[in-house]
């Protein structure tokens, strides 16, 4: 018989929860109608993306007409960069419109980082980087804030990182970037956007927009038990804030994101935000007493002197889910870890970097972690399912992996 398995990798993926899994059967069965097309079938399809927006907007504290569905989190981030440097080079005179400029920071996820690479490739955009302090964690809001220029037109800096679970400091951020537009308007310099990637937030602690102060922020299904679409807020689309779509087609998402909406993924999402809405503060607190109880164990099992922890830093607030860590010791390789563990399913760092194998997590690097501590890492992130006991069959699985080797 196989033995029981403990998955503690909810920052890769949540299970679909069975409410959210139930709307989406019965938006298959019953809403397979097209929601473009005027008879009841239609009607009744639009219907229920109608409520699914407003499930989301109510989420995160903002309007249904601010809420645009997308594939997931990767298009949304690639639509908010899109925008930003569309609308500079719009507002810009046309015989010299220059490059635009993005600042974003040294442990974003690849799908911000990346689009940002391949920007400047193409000599379309220039991006800076902003280290994070080893102190903190963190990206600091003076080192983002001098970090801008002229001809910045977007600062995109997440709201919790996916590996570490430092939470970074966006709404003290906005009140700045918000002076500072003031100023800049005097000057005639463009408006500096902000954008949040939220993917690892919602469902763990309060997201608020109005509280945050973005633009823009993205909502990603899969990390809060809901289906595997997600969401773009924007702080009024095309009039308080630019919205510039990837895709040309039949109009739907007020032509922000056309193609015939995917309506039992979107009614999956609605389910899933109206359970955040409902329970975040009780999945927030559950979360958090198990996260300390898995670092508590480990504590006592392999001793304080063998185990560092990676994503305790003085003064910044982390996930209440996620414990990065490493068992210190030679040949004791996060990957070599968890190829000896029977028990426990969980990764080194980010999911989409898994198959990397042997190098040390550049976020930890970058977090002013030691390579050779790094090296060892592993991320444990646990749900909102997650039992104690789960922690101690974990955790006695981890033991006699590090005794085999």
Same mark, same amino acid.
């Given at each position: 018989?196989?033995?029981?398995?403990?998955?503690?990798?909810?920052?890769?993926?949540?299970?679909?929860?069975?409410?959210?899994?139930?709307?989406?059967?019965?938006?298959?069965?019953?809403?397979?109608?097209?929601?473009?097309?005027?008879?009841?079938?239609?009607?009744?399809?639009?219907?229920?993306?109608?409520?699914?927006?407003?499930?989301?907007?109510?989420?995160?504290?903002?309007?249904?007409?601010?809420?645009?569905?997308?594939?997931?989190?990767?298009?949304?981030?690639?639509? =908010?960069? @899109?925008?930003?440097? &569309?609308?500079? *080079? /719009?507002?810009?005179? !046309? +015989? #010299?419109?220059?490059?635009?400029?993005? %600042?974003?920071?040294? =442990?974003? @996820?690849?799908?911000? &980082?990346?689009? *940002? /690479?391949?920007?400047? !490739? +193409? #000599?379309?955009?220039?991006?800076?980087? %902003?280290?994070?302090?080893?102190?903190?964690?963190?990206?600091?809001?003076?080192?983002?804030?001098?970090?801008?220029?002229?001809?910045?037109?977007?600062?995109?800096?997440?709201?919790?990182?996916?590996?570490?679970?430092?939470?970074?400091?966006?709404?003290?951020?906005?009140?700045?970037?918000?002076?500072?537009?003031?100023?800049?308007?005097?000057?005639?310099?463009?408006?500096?956007?902000?954008?949040?990637?939220?993917?690892?937030?919602?469902?763990?602690?309060?997201?608020?927009?109005?509280?945050?102060?973005?633009?823009?922020?993205?909502?990603?299904?899969?990390?809060?038990?809901?289906?595997?679409?997600?969401?773009?807020?924007?702080?009024?689309?095309?009039?308080?804030?630019?919205?510039?779509?990837?895709?040309?087609?039949?109009?739907?998402?007020?032509?922000?994101?056309?193609?015939?909406?995917?309506?039992?993924?979107?009614?999956?999402?609605?389910?899933?935000?109206?359970?955040?809405?409902?329970?975040?503060?009780?999945?927030?607190?559950?979360?958090?007493?198990?996260?300390?109880?898995?670092?508590?164990?480990?504590?006592?099992?392999?001793?304080?002197?063998?185990?560092?922890?990676?994503?305790?830093?003085?003064?910044?607030?982390?996930?209440?889910?996620?414990?990065?860590?490493?068992?210190?010791?030679?040949?004791?390789?996060?990957?070599?870890?968890?190829?000896?563990?029977?028990?426990?399913?969980?990764?080194?760092?980010?999911?989409?970097?898994?198959?990397?194998?042997?190098?040390?997590?550049?976020?930890?690097?970058?977090?002013?972690?030691?390579?050779?501590?790094?090296?060892?890492?592993?991320?444990?992130?646990?749900?909102?399912?997650?039992?104690?006991?789960?922690?101690?069959?974990?955790?006695?699985?981890?033991?006699?992996?590090?005794?085999?080797?």
């Amino acid at each position: 018989s196989t033995p029981r398995r403990v998955y503690l990798d909810h920052n890769a993926t949540t299970p679909l929860a069975p409410e959210a899994a139930q709307a989406v059967q019965d938006a298959l069965s019953q809403a397979w109608g097209n929601p473009s097309s005027a008879h009841p079938a239609g009607r009744k399809a639009k219907e229920l993306i109608g409520s699914a927006r407003e499930n989301l907007a109510r989420m995160v504290g903002a309007r249904p007409e601010d809420i645009v569905f997308t594939s997931g989190g990767t298009e949304a981030n690639n639509m =908010v960069i @899109h925008t930003a440097c &569309r609308h500079f *080079l /719009e507002s810009q005179p !046309r +015989d #010299s419109p220059g490059t635009p400029h993005i %600042v974003t920071s040294s =442990v974003e @996820h690849d799908s911000i &980082r990346l689009p *940002l /690479e391949q920007l400047g !490739r +193409d #000599s379309l955009a220039e991006a800076t980087l %902003v280290p994070v302090s080893p102190r903190s964690g963190r990206a600091e809001v003076d080192d983002v804030l001098a970090a801008i220029r002229p001809n910045t037109c977007l600062v995109s800096l997440m709201l919790a990182n996916n590996e570490t679970g430092v939470i970074m400091p966006v709404a003290e951020l906005s009140q700045r970037i918000r002076a500072l537009n003031q100023r800049r308007a005097g000057q005639g310099l463009p408006r500096v956007l902000l954008h949040t990637d939220a993917a690892q937030m919602i469902g763990k602690g309060r997201v608020d927009v109005q509280e945050l102060g973005v633009d823009y922020l993205t909502i990603v299904g899969h990390k809060f038990y809901g289906p595997r679409i997600g969401a773009l807020y924007v702080r009024g689309p095309g009039t308080t804030a630019p919205l510039h779509p990837l895709l040309f087609g039949g109009g739907q998402e007020r032509s922000f994101r056309p193609g015939t909406e995917n309506t039992p993924m979107i009614a999956g999402l609605g389910q899933a935000a109206e359970l955040v809405s409902r329970n975040w503060e009780a999945y927030e607190a559950h979360m958090r007493d198990v996260r300390d109880y898995l670092e508590a164990r480990l504590e006592a099992s392999f001793g304080k002197e063998r185990v560092h922890f990676n994503s305790r830093f003085k003064g910044s607030k982390r996930l209440c889910n996620t414990c990065n860590f490493s068992i210190l010791g030679p040949g004791l390789q996060g990957h070599r870890v968890l190829a000896h563990c029977k028990v426990l399913l969980a990764s080194v760092g980010a999911a989409c970097h898994s198959d990397k194998g042997e190098r040390p997590s550049p976020v930890l690097l970058a977090c002013g972690i030691p390579p050779a501590v790094a090296q060892n890492a592993l991320r444990l992130s646990v749900g909102r399912d997650t039992s104690r006991a789960d922690v101690d069959l974990a955790v006695q699985d981890l033991l006699q992996a590090v005794a085999q080797l």
